[in-house]
């Protein structure tokens, strides 16, 4: 593996870094504090040709490696969660999924106008029954002459409220007896032309999110919702695959925004065991603050060769399973570590929102969480390791 980034690497970097500290990061915490995203950033990223990604140009994409993008998601992760994780759902998880499975008509239909931010993408596995056990999912879908009617409900779906695109995923009614559970979910692209779209009712999440607080998450109710034949993403009884593997792209990203958060974490940390003084010294000067400062940098270290070894796999085209799991799971553990580590670093001050410390820490938790918790990933990593199980 080559450790230097390629000039087109760095290229995206640079683009990625100019627009996260010089338009989301002077306004992260007002969008904390507002629980909103300004929607002329979606543009924004897309006439930088973030949005497009991996995607080829005939798609409206940038036709970036994986490395570039693993890139953009550590930028946006530095400056906030929010906004990378808009972007992980939009480009990776719905983007990417529709680019694997999609018909020619679908791709050209969804595809150009998902690049260009005209249209947002939100991916809709998640039910109040059904979280880390996917296949435990109640919505369902029942053919009828016009297509397939979808009933059920989905919870936490990023970006839900302001998409006009769902991947949906549900259970098709009537298979035969003995169907296993996962072989019954098909996976529907649902067009979202308007808020008022017959069958479909979104609101935003009830509760007070702990991070992710500009985030959008919607709590989406389909009753009765047609959904044409020619909506169909993967083919019958595919849904779980499509499912995995939206997971999969989506997890790479989650793994390069953590580093993003590692890497805020290290730098206010430092700023301030620079500048505080105690007992008439820097605090950066006493053993302890400097033994934490290390762990902080090597760990950062560590997971960022983490990511980028699954990217730079994915871009072999190799698959990079076992390694993209090893990064999400190291990468979010230890940033979680980091942020914990740097409101202590900042005292009191870090538990204040004066400083962006307490967001990080707020933020990571839910890196933790989506995209497979990391009992999960650790779940992935020992089956790849000693093999599923035998009994
Ligand atoms: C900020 C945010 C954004 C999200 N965005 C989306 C989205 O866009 N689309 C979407 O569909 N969903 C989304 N989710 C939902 C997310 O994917 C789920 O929260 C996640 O899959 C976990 O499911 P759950 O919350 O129901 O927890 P549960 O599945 O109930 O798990 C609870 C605990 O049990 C553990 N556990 C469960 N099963 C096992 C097992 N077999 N072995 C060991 N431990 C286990 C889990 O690791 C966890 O610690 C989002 C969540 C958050 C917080």
Request: proline share 3%; hydrophobic share 40%; net charge neutral.
């Amino acid at each position: 593996m080559d450790f230097t980034l390629s000039q087109n690497q760095l290229h995206w970097q640079r683009i990625a870094r100019d627009f996260a500290q010089g338009r989301v990061a002077p306004i992260a915490r007002e969008m904390d504090e507002s629980h909103d995203m300004p929607i002329a950033l979606v543009s924004e990223m897309a006439s930088l040709g973030l949005l497009g990604a991996t995607l080829p140009k005939s798609l409206g994409g940038s036709e970036m490696d994986h490395v570039s993008l693993a890139l953009i998601y550590e930028e946006l992760g530095r400056a906030c969660s929010s906004v990378r994780g808009f972007m992980t759902v939009h480009s990776s998880l719905v983007m990417q999924c529709i680019h694997q499975w999609g018909t020619d008509e679908q791709k050209q239909r969804f595809l150009p106008m998902m690049a260009s931010g005209e249209a947002i993408g939100c991916y809709a596995l998640t039910e109040p029954e059904a979280g880390t056990d996917a296949a435990s999912i109640q919505t369902t879908a029942t053919k009828n002459a016009g297509g397939y009617l979808l009933n059920g409900e989905k919870i936490w779906i990023t970006n839900g409220n302001i998409a006009r695109a769902a991947i949906v995923f549900a259970k098709l009614t009537g298979t035969p007896d003995g169907t296993k559970p996962h072989q019954q979910i098909t996976s529907f692209l649902v067009p979202l032309e308007s808020t008022e779209r017959v069958g479909i009712t979104r609101t935003r999440m009830s509760g007070q999110e702990l991070g992710h607080r500009a985030s959008d998450h919607a709590h989406i109710t389909f009753k009765n919702c047609l959904v044409s034949s020619d909506m169909v993403l993967g083919g019958e009884g595919m849904g779980f695959k499509v499912a995995m593997s939206a997971l999969d792209h989506g997890r790479l990203g989650v793994a390069a925004g953590a580093l993003g958060v590692h890497q805020a974490c290290l730098d206010a940390s430092v700023a301030f065991v620079r500048s505080r003084k105690q007992f008439g010294q820097r605090i950066g000067d006493f053993e302890m603050v400097q033994s934490t400062i290390a762990e902080m940098k090597a760990s950062l270290d560590a997971s960022r060769l983490l990511v980028y070894r699954a990217a730079w796999m994915k871009d072999q085209g190799q698959s990079a399973k076992l390694e993209t799991s090893i990064a999400k799971y190291f990468a979010t553990e230890a940033a979680a570590k980091a942020a914990s580590d740097a409101v202590l670093l900042h005292g009191a001050r870090g538990y204040s929102n004066e400083y962006p410390v307490e967001r990080y820490y707020r933020d990571i938790k839910g890196l933790q969480i989506y995209e497979g918790t990391s009992h999960i990933q650790k779940i992935v990593i020992a089956s790849e390791v000693i093999g599923k199980p035998t009994v």
